[in-house]
T-cell receptor, first 115, second 117 residues
Framework: AQTVTQSQPEMSVQEAETVTLSCTYD???????LFWYKQPPSRQMILVIR??????QNATENRFSVNFQKAAKSFSLKISDSQLGDAAMYFC????????????FGTGTRLQVTL | SQTIHQWPATLVQPVGSPLSLECTVE??????LYWYRQAAGRGLQLLFY??????ISSEVPQNLSASRPQDRQFILSSKKLLLSDSGFYLC????????????????FGDGTRLSIL
């Protein structure tokens, strides 16, 4: 079974600084997808960024980028120029191919952004 | 554009009472549909998913059931709620496999906070 581990329950970053959230996963599959979701206090789940395992290039979305290390099964999220609105729970998620898109989530990292 | 509606937003129910949470999707057809539960301070646990009308797969044994009476409607139910059913329930949809890029993410509703007294 696939598992997703987020070893940092809480992180803190100063406004305008950069922070990296860690995620590791365990799978025997060679083709799969990885996602980072953000859950602000409103509890909505918002997709932040996605990565296809077959792509070597790290995904980037504006201030958000990932460091995808397939051999190490690591998928960290880097947030640059942090903003107050980035404060939220961040969840790493894994999905196999061909399984009705079921997501396996990590337990989340709570990110605080300070002035 | 596609939207997903989930209601009610908040629900307080006594132990032993029935439950019905509804989720509908607009702007797409033949979606995959999902129900997740998020316990306080925890990640999301997949409860059910559906790839079509009347097709329900259960991920974990529990006191809950799901139904999909229409293509874009997904209902989470219980005949008798337990205290352990408290939590935050999220409905989600995604493009069905084979009908779009296979890296399609899931899109979530606003959730229902369920408190059992």
């Amino acid at each position: 079974a696939q598992t997703v581990t987020q070893s940092q329950p809480e992180m803190s970053v100063q406004e305008a600084e950069t922070v990296t959230l860690s995620c590791t996963y365990d799978t025997s599959e060679s083709d799969y997808y990885l996602f980072w979701y953000k859950q602000p206090p409103s509890r909505q789940m918002i997709l932040v960024i996605r990565q296809e395992a077959y792509k070597q290039q790290n995904a980037t979305e504006n201030r958000f980028s990932v460091n995808f290390q397939k051999a190490a099964k690591s998928f960290s999220l880097k947030i640059s120029d942090s903003q107050l609105g980035d404060a939220a729970m961040y969840f790493c998620a894994y999905r196999r191919t061909g399984t009705a898109s079921k997501l396996t989530f990590g337990t989340g990292t709570r990110l605080q952004v300070t002035l | 554009s596609q939207t997903i509606h989930q209601w009610p937003a908040t629900l307080v129910q006594p132990v032993g009472s029935p439950l019905s949470l509804e989720c509908t999707v607009e702007g797409t057809s033949n979606p995959n549909l999902y129900w997740y539960r998020q316990a306080a301070g925890r990640g999301l646990q997949l409860l059910f998913y559906s790839v079509g009308i009347g097709q329900i797969s259960s991920e974990v044994p529990q006191n809950l059931s799901a139904s999909r009476p229409q293509d874009r409607q997904f209902i989470l139910s219980s005949k008798k709620l337990l205290l352990s059913d408290s939590g935050f329930y999220l409905c989600a949809w995604s493009v069905r496999q084979g009908k779009g890029p296979s890296n399609q993410p899931q899109h979530f509703g606003d959730g229902t906070r369920l408190s059992i007294l």
